[in-house]
């Protein structure tokens, strides 16, 4: 199986000291003389379970970042309340078109598709549709590596080193443990400290906390290209995404929708409101934050579950 190369012997350095920093053991690693040589899988390092990623060991079946395994798309759809009611999706003709076109891209050795091909559903999996409280609804993975930043005496003083790993795993606006949060997801936890009693701003931003709870962290396009922001929009991935949410709004009840930014409003058409409620709102982005702000909608959110009768959503991240 091929792997990527090797970092360099100060990123692997960086490497282990956040592997001790995860473990809870003494940080006195020598960070003047290199670790011994050992290949370094990006797609070892995280996992469906984003809380322990530096600790968990290397997953021998997962393919390379961005790189195809052998393994079908649907094979990759865990959940069978999931998998019953978006089968009939894998036979049609635009999905075996998608499929055809991943393959395609996968096979280029220069090509990078973000997520890794085994976190493609991740959203699905980690979220089960009799689980599905809130749906967040996200336009495209990130496409960009974020930074890893370490912190270390060892290290002149006020200097750090910043290497990449993958922002993208399968849930809109998310990041792995450890990885730093983008600017729309830190406006998210200024808007959750405002709203929610309690919140605490958390020092990273994965979001399969939240995930567990029943929200549904989901992207209209499931995947993309390294660098190309919307690369994937126009292969397929939205006529997926849109049967998923129809899915949603028609075999449930009670949900509440978070649509945030002009994009995402158009999708309030799939959505019964009737049955469910629809909480619009400006995108968290830089760009909007003004109109985002305030917006309360995590409160609101909560306020709709309690009149259908259900638990709210314990919205922290620990």
């Given at each position: 199986?091929?792997?990527?190369?090797?970092?360099?012997?100060?990123?692997?350095?960086?490497?282990?000291?956040?592997?001790?920093?995860?473990?809870?053991?003494?940080?006195?690693?020598?960070?003047?003389?290199?670790?011994?040589?050992?290949?370094?899988?990006?797609?070892?390092?995280?996992?469906?379970?984003?809380?322990?990623?530096?600790?968990?060991?290397?997953?021998?079946?997962?393919?390379?970042?961005?790189?195809?395994?052998?393994?079908?798309?649907?094979?990759?759809?865990?959940?069978?309340?999931?998998?019953?009611?978006?089968?009939?999706?894998?036979?049609?003709?635009?999905?075996?078109?998608?499929?055809?076109?991943?393959?395609?891209?996968?096979?280029?050795?220069?090509?990078?598709?973000?997520?890794?091909?085994?976190?493609?559903?991740?959203?699905?999996?980690?979220?089960?549709?009799?689980?599905?409280?809130?749906?967040?609804?996200?336009?495209?993975?990130?496409?960009?590596?974020?930074?890893?930043?370490?912190?270390?005496?060892?290290?002149?003083?006020?200097?750090?080193?910043?290497?990449?790993?993958?922002?993208?795993h399968g849930l809109s606006f998310s990041v792995p443990r450890g990885v730093t949060p983008p600017p729309s997801l830190k406006n998210i936890f200024k808007e959750?400290?405002?709203?929610?009693?309690?919140?605490?701003?958390?020092?990273?931003?994965?979001?399969?906390?939240?995930?567990?709870?029943?929200?549904?962290?989901?992207?209209?396009?499931?995947?993309?290209?390294?660098?190309?922001?919307?690369?994937?929009?126009?292969?397929?991935?939205?006529?997926?995404?849109?049967?998923?949410?129809?899915?949603?709004?028609?075999?449930?009840?009670?949900?509440?929708?978070?649509?945030?930014?002009?994009?995402?409003?158009?999708?309030?058409?799939?959505?019964?409101?009737?049955?469910?409620?629809?909480?619009?709102?400006?995108?968290?982005?830089?760009?909007?934050?003004?109109?985002?702000?305030?917006?309360?909608?995590?409160?609101?959110?909560?306020?709709?579950?309690?009149?259908?009768?259900?638990?709210?959503?314990?919205?922290?991240?620990?």
């Amino acid at each position: 199986m091929p792997s990527i190369r090797l970092f360099s012997n100060f990123q692997q350095q960086c490497y282990f000291f956040l592997l001790a920093k995860e473990k809870n053991t003494p940080s006195k690693i020598n960070m003047l003389s290199p670790p011994p040589q050992k290949q370094l899988r990006l797609d070892s390092f995280f996992s469906n379970k984003c809380e322990k990623t530096a600790t968990t060991p290397e997953r021998k079946s997962s393919p390379p970042v961005g790189k195809a395994s052998d393994s079908r798309l649907e094979d990759l759809l865990l959940d069978p309340c999931w998998k019953r009611r978006l089968g009939s999706e894998f036979s049609k003709a635009y999905f075996k078109d998608l499929e055809n076109r991943l393959n395609e891209i996968w096979q280029k050795p220069q090509s990078v598709v973000f997520p890794p091909k085994h976190l493609i559903f991740n959203a699905f999996n980690l979220t089960p549709l009799k689980s599905v409280k809130a749906v967040i609804l996200g336009q495209d993975p990130y496409h960009n590596y974020g930074q890893v930043c370490v912190w270390n005496s060892y290290l002149p003083k006020n200097a750090h080193a910043c290497f990449g790993f993958l922002q993208a795993h399968g849930l809109s606006f998310s990041v792995p443990r450890g990885v730093t949060p983008p600017p729309s997801l830190k406006n998210i936890f200024k808007e959750l400290a405002d709203d929610i009693p309690g919140f605490r701003i958390p020092s990273h931003g994965c979001l399969t906390a939240w995930a567990k709870r029943g929200v549904l962290l989901l992207n209209a396009s499931l995947t993309v290209e390294c660098h190309k922001a919307n690369s994937h929009s126009a292969f397929g991935w939205q006529d997926f995404t849109d049967f998923a949410i129809k899915t949603v709004s028609d075999h449930c009840f009670g949900v509440v929708f978070l649509l945030w930014g002009a994009f995402a409003h158009k999708k309030e058409r799939l959505v019964d409101s009737k049955k469910h409620t629809i909480i619009k709102t400006a995108h968290p982005s830089p760009l909007s934050q003004g109109r985002f702000f305030g917006c309360r909608c995590f409160s609101k959110t909560n306020e709709a579950l309690k009149e259908y009768g259900k638990d709210a959503i314990d919205w922290t991240i620990d």
